[in-house]
């Protein structure tokens, strides 16, 4: 026997049906379906996808049988029909259209009112009595036939089309009588030969075998594959071809055409939904021309008709198990359906569909996880603006923070927080941030920055913060003491309206509608069925009791990241910090004689020779104590029972340190010491390459007094909260560990100094005390460090730095054109990089737990809250993950996803 | 039958033997070894080490059984010597001495002379008819015991001799008579009386137990902890005890001591060598109160001992296959034999032994290879400073390239250069170098940094050079403008004279004289053989013609790195550099829109629109061409043969700019734009973390054309370098390759340029592309990356920077104490990190030769050169090392005793 490749339905029956789609593609193989269901679906038939392969690897040629198989099923559908495709008596109308297996709206072609020609045409007439239908169809066949079949411009016969109107004075195609279209056929006729350079064939047969032609070649066509590029769609065999019988639903009053979703798709309401319109095409739907009537008026219009179509829609629905999406036509009174697929539908409704159906019993809550993507759930969380508002872009940057702002432009972090008092809402810009702006930051509604990427400073506070940031905008020119931005040739000044789109990463000039975000109450459920369904913890960065609250509220279970840098910026703190930084080298000194000294006589003279360094540094240490202390009890009482990884203090110190010349003055002056001390000591500290200097433990290993102020901080803090009832569960987390032996240093004096606070107390409370996976070398050598640790914490972002050797405020200079070139698929600072990162997480994983086992081990970079990285995360066995506050809900979604995918 | 752990050695019998070192220690292994080959050696026994475990491991007691078995060997001795512990008549006398498996001098406890109490001195007074030797040796006797086994302080005992040489009127001690002596011997033991609470022991088995336990406790005082420490001397069980019957050179003018040497320890000839004194002890030959007579000499005092002792010097040289340091004592017309040891020697010594023993088929040549260290071949390479001289030590830095340098300071490179044509000899000074300062570099004869660390700039640089430098003076203090710096309260002017000992990083003030490096007829030899037993090759990194040549003449077999950005920065280059760079933003918008443009016409207008930048960049490019090719034509010569891997450009672009303002202007005015505009373009390629920002292919990847004129250069050098009949073997690197895609991308583009000048020339030749491997990501995906390359060259100065996380221009801040902590055992950048950066290597290793059976691997990063990590190359299965010329002989020798050691 043959090869079969052409695959018939109708009737009843159908040779194909719902799982074959990579054969039938989509479309061909629910027509199929629906056959078999019995639903009133016109026949036709499908050639198979694998035919498109043939025909590409043939150099253009069909497979040897395949003309037969499709004049046999022609001879099919003439029976199924009762009619002759070319007879003018009784003649077949077929449509030809594309369908490959992932659906591919608009990119391919389509032919419709296939058989038409000018015998036919008086066959119709006749038995219509209807010529003006009759030349209607012909005319748009003629032109759809010769604009996609034959490449004659679509133009050509819209100006045929625009003289006959002027000629008549109508404005609508619709206008036109019979006369006149008969007319336009015999022009459209003579438009095809001329650039055609033959006759409009006038053969059924001759027609079909161009069309699907046609649409087999659509599937090379520029903008198929740029889609199937961007979609990232990869791996189908081609497109399918569906012919399929014509209905018409403009034959007269009894006829009309609509589409109809089984529940609402934009708020996900249980109930029909769709619109029609009474003697009319599809494209008149679509077109806008007419306005089309809703569902409900079809009950009175045609109650039979209605009832039967309401039927067919639970129907379909039930079967398969999602909303649909369906388009239907009425010819004379007997309705087709036309074709059903899974209906498009928004955020808010792709959530209360999920929930209901669970609640239905329609779906298991395994399916219903996988309803709701991670980017609409996104978009539900932030404002957005009006989609009909006119924008006015002026430039694009990365999309670091998503959300919607409208605000004053500020230049400085003072001005924010100065208009903020007196109620101005602005947009904090500046070319790029420190951690001297954070004030300013919080004070901003959105932020925009000249330089940085997805994870420079501005975008991870921003995402912490659950706040609209657009970064580095590279043609943002920004003149701080002109108090002006420029973009070309536009100036904008301090106080200048402008929009952000956090979401796209426009900036806009002037002021646009926003949306506030509206939680329904489907949320709640739809986010305990995720929980139900995955495996990894969700915890959240939070540094503040405000983000520890708002994140438990958005459920997470605990903290995986709570930096204790950003606690030094505020008020008094960083005075201190900064007498600490000026007496640091001077007191490490001490504290290294009083090592090798051998008397007290020898100590005290030290002591004696660094008393104002001692005086100095360590009465910053207990300024900062009870700043620390109060900072912790906040977070702890808030996070109540969950547990808190608490990350020592990680920056190099001169971010501590002002970098302009007025501001150094001004901590001389306070400190009391020459601005030339400072700025030796900004000079000092100054560093090629921070990201790789002297930060993280390492100032514990040169500076331990700093640790074991925060240690001591964080057990006094959990002893007082524990006190008043509460349960502290504090991990301490230890940032930047390369070695074991380092950890081992830099642990043994925390513990040191946690026992002299429980000793002090006399009293005990639990903590563990782990380290971050963040420098390639740690996960190497994670067998050794897991010894020490206990537990592991990746911190994904500085180690994709070092794994990749990109800085990340430095990388947005060439990264986008990284991404465009196809040398990452996406931006490494976004979604985890699996091949290379992942491989030494991976490593550090499998080694860490060899060594201990059951080793608890989370991620706490930003992609903690990015969805094929919790996937990934998932797969390599983690114990949870840590993200913004904001992304929390994504990630319990991601993490059961990733559950239901991975299984 | 009990456990042994005593050793007795004797009349020509022994019951240990050379092999025994761990049991017997390096000393008792040797001496039962010497005793079985006839050697006259004074008898005695050995308890083994495991004695001071099971000693330290019991609480300070002797394991059972200990006593009885020494017992019995004291009663052995006491028959061999005829002569009996404690016996007045016929006395014996012992030292008891320390010896562990590994040589620690000076580090443990002796006692000489045991056995001598008050009855014994009368005998041996009636015996030797002697009084002035016996009471001699017993106040020695007092006071080395009280000292070394009581505790009571040495200096006790030295104020009695001291009131008794007053009291006699002499100088020396030897100038005290008998009855002088004798009465402080009775001073002597009243003072050990008072200071030890008990009287002195009379009896030698008491005294003898009491001095075991001595030698034993001396494995645990601090010192020799400490030295364990610092010389890694880890395994060990303890120290030995060596109890040997006394023999005496200082009983009369038929007695002698002294040491000799198999060959000559300073320069290797093979001649008797050593010196000795007439009534003598050891310790007189070495305190040089008295001037020992050369070797040469007892030839004709005591002709038979002399004969006696060469001959026994060849026997022991021959037996022990290496050049031997003795100890000798003549008593009473006796040789006796008290040590023998490898003898320490100069490099120049080491090097001429060894290959003199190779011809005299004493020592195979995998022996001789490892005779000499690479210390000591480094050490004969370069200049040092006169060991006699004074020296000034002003400060210290990092001992960054190895040598000796006195010259005049200058603090920048233009007057370097000016200075050094006027003939004077300079030290150009920095804070840091930078690329700008090659010219000064060069110039100078040494040079001093105030920042960076073993790999910085300056230390990279200079070891290239094989110039001095001293690197990272942290407490130098320089003000460019006042042309002067401090190091406290010192001040140092611009032609002040100073002394820079790369070696010790000691920095002097004033001139010390130095010692040029000599190289002996040996050295190729040595080399030679070196050659013959290594597997791995060894390469040179060199930037310029004259540096190749040089390597080549140390025996470089080719280039491994040859660094094309040098090359950018002389005469006129460094104009083309800023002018292209100015231009090359907008060069590459015109190359992408001309990629997108779809007609002539408007590529015409794109191309016009863009003129000025297309002028300028193709200019620069155009001026570069005919420099880099010329570069390369040297090269090729000056390695004819032989391969060349030539690194395309890796520096960021904004190393070419000026960063000082008065500069700035310079360029802008040399360049007809405002300074503004230059201004303007340093800032926009600031970077913060330039380690990991826009370098290496990454400009490929955005500005194509700099590598495709540098592929130009090469192979069309390579090309005209054929034509006169040279064999060229080019080998193209691409840098910081972190993606095979990325590779493949920059690859693409240099193959395409290359078939250009193919079909340009109608020649073609055969070339090789390949990477380095310095990110992670590369080593991790090694087997992706191995697809695009034909050879891996592992950079791992940026490996080792992002592995561990580590800027090697600022880790100077904290390394040094990273270091003496303990958490790395060495400065990762000296030597290859094997556990962490290792592992990465070792993987891209074993990735890379899955994917391309036999691909060619080597190193280029600074570690090429370091012992410890070329026997790591070795041992991972590298194909060659890549150093500075000055280290490949180092390396060669390195090489080879991988090969040695690891077999």
């Known amino acids: 026997m043959a090869e079969k490749r052409v695959y018939f339905f109708g009737s009843g029956k159908a040779e194909g049906n719902a799982t074959m789609k990579e054969l039938l593609g989509g479309k061909g193989a629910n027509l199929a379906e629906m056959t078999s269901l019995g639903i009133p679906v016109p026949p036709g038939f499908t050639i198979a996808t694998k035919v498109c392969a043939e025909y590409y690897r043939s150099g253009a040629k069909w497979p040897s049988g395949l003309a037969a198989e499709i004049d046999k099923n022609i001879a099919k559908l003439e029976k199924s029909m009762k009619a002759k495709l070319s007879d003018p008596k009784n003649p077949l109308l077929v449509s030809v259209r594309s369908g490959a297996a992932v659906s591919m709206p608009g990119m391919m072609d389509t032919v419709l009112n296939l058989g038409l020609n000018d015998e036919v045409i008086e066959g119709i007439i006749a038995k219509t009595k209807n010529a003006r239908f009759a030349y209607d169809i012909y005319r748009r066949f003629i032109d759809m036939f010769g604009d996609v079949v034959m490449g004659c411009h679509h133009e050509y016969f819209e100006a045929v089309l625009d003289a006959a109107k002027k000629k008549a004075k109508v404005q609508l195609d619709s206008d036109l009588s019979a006369e006149q279209l008969k007319d336009v056929v015999e022009k459209y006729k003579v438009v095809y030969k001329k650039h055609v350079g033959k006759l409009f064939p006038q053969d059924g047969k001759a027609q ?122 009425i010819q004379e009174r007997k309705l087709y359906i036309l074709q059903t697929r899974t209906g498009k539908r928004t955020a808010e409704a792709a959530i209360r569909i999920a929930v209901d159906m669970v609640a239905e019993r329609l779906i298991p809550k395994k399916e219903a996880v996988m309803r709701v993507t991670p980017e609409q759930l996104d978009r539900l969380l932030h404002p957005h603006f009006d989609p009909k508002a006119k924008r006015n872009v002026i430039t694009k940057g990365l999309p670091a923070s998503p959300g919607a702002a409208v605000g004053q432009v500020v230049f400085d972090a003072d001005t924010a927080e100065a208009w903020k008092k007196k109620g101005k809402k602005v947009i904090l810009t500046r070319i790029e941030t420190s951690p001297e702006d954070i004030g300013g930051m919080d004070a901003a509604i959105g932020i925009l920055t000249a330089r940085g990427g997805m994870t420079s400073h501005a975008a991870v506070v921003a995402r912490g913060m659950g706040k609209c940031c657009i970064a580095g905008v590279s043609d943002l020119h920004i003149h701080y003491k002109a108090k002006k931005m420029n973009v070309g040739k536009l100036t904008i000044k301090e106080g200048d309206w402008i929009s952000l789109d ?40 939070a540094d503040t009791p405000e983000d520890a609250k708002r994140a438990r509220e958005f459920g997470a279970e605990g903290i995986g990241l709570c930096r204790t840098e950003h ?287 059951g080793l608890k081990i989370g991620i706490c970079g930003e992609h903690g809250g990015e969805p094929s990285s919790i996937d990934f995360c998932h797969r390599v066995g983690m114990n949870y993950v840590s993200c913004s506050p904001f992304r929390v809900p994504i990630a319990r979604l991601s993490a059961a996803q990733a559950a239901v995918v991975n299984k």
Chains 1, 2 share one sequence.
């Open 502 to 541: 956090g979401t796209s990463g426009e900036v806009m000039k002037g002021t646009l509608g926003t949306v506030e975000p509206k939680m329904s109450g489907s949320f709640e459920r739809f986010m305990r069925i995720c929980d139900s369904a995955r495996r990894l913890g969700v915890r959240t960065n």
């Open 208 to 329: 079909l075998t161009l069309a699907i032609n046609a649409v087999i070649k659509s599937w090379m066509i520029d903008r198929a594959i740029k889609y199937r590029k961007l979609n990232n769609i990869t791996g189908l065999l081609g497109t399918a071809v569906n012919v399929q019988a014509m209905v018409f639903g403009n034959m007269g009053e009894d006829c009309g055409t609509g589409v109809c979703f089984t529940r609402n798709p934009s708020n996900g309401k249980k109930e029909f939904y769709g619109e029609y319109l009474i003697n009319a095409q599809g494209e008149d739907v679509v077109a806008g021309i007419r306005t089309p009537l809703p569902l409900k008026k079809l009950q009175k219009q045609m109650p039979v008709i209605y009832t039967q179509l309401t039927r067919l829609m639970t129907r379909l629905e039930k079967h398969y198990k999602d909303m649909q999406d369906m388009e239907f036509t």
């Open 567 to 853: 606690m030094f910026f505020e008020g008094d703190r960083i005075w201190a910090i900064r007498s600490l930084i000026l007496a640091a080298d001077d007191y490490d000194k001490m504290l290294a004689e009083l090592d090798e000294a051998s008397s007290d006589k020898e100590k005290k003279a030290i002591v004696k020779e660094h008393s104002v360094a001692k005086k100095q540094f360590e009465g910053a240490l207990k300024t900062l104590l009870p700043y620390q202390r109060s900072d912790f009890e906040g977070i702890f009482k808030a996070m109540a029972g969950l547990p808190v990884t608490v990350r020592l203090l990680d920056p190099p110190l001169h971010e501590f340190l002002p970098h302009e010349k007025e501001n150094q003055a001004e901590m001389a002056k306070r400190l009391k010491v020459s601005p030339a001390d400072v700025k030796r000591k900004v000079s000092q500290l100054h560093e090629f390459n921070p990201m790789l200097g002297h930060r993280g433990c390492r100032l514990a290993v040169t500076y331990p007094s700093i640790y074991r102020m925060q240690a001591r901080a964080i057990i006094e803090a959990a002893l007082n909260v524990k006190k008043s009832g509460v349960k502290v569960l504090a991990e301490i987390m230890i940032p930047l560990v390369g070695a074991v032996e380092e950890l081992k240093i830099v642990k043994d004096q925390i513990v040191d100094e946690i026992n002299i606070v429980f000793k002090e107390r006399k009293q005990k409370i639990e903590y563990m005390i782990g380290t971050m996976v963040e420098v390639p070398r740690a996960a190497l050598t994670a067998d050794e460090i897991a010894k020490e640790a206990q537990f592991f914490s990746f911190g994904t972002n500085d180690l994709t730095q070092m794994t990749m050797g990109f800085s990340r405020d430095d990388a947005g200079k060439f990264l986008g054109e990284y991404v465009n070139s196809g040398i990452y698929a996406v931006d490494p600072f976004q979604a985890l990089d699996q091949t290379g990162v992942g491989k030494l997480v991976e490593m550090g994983i499998k080694l860490g737990r060899k060594a201990r086992k």
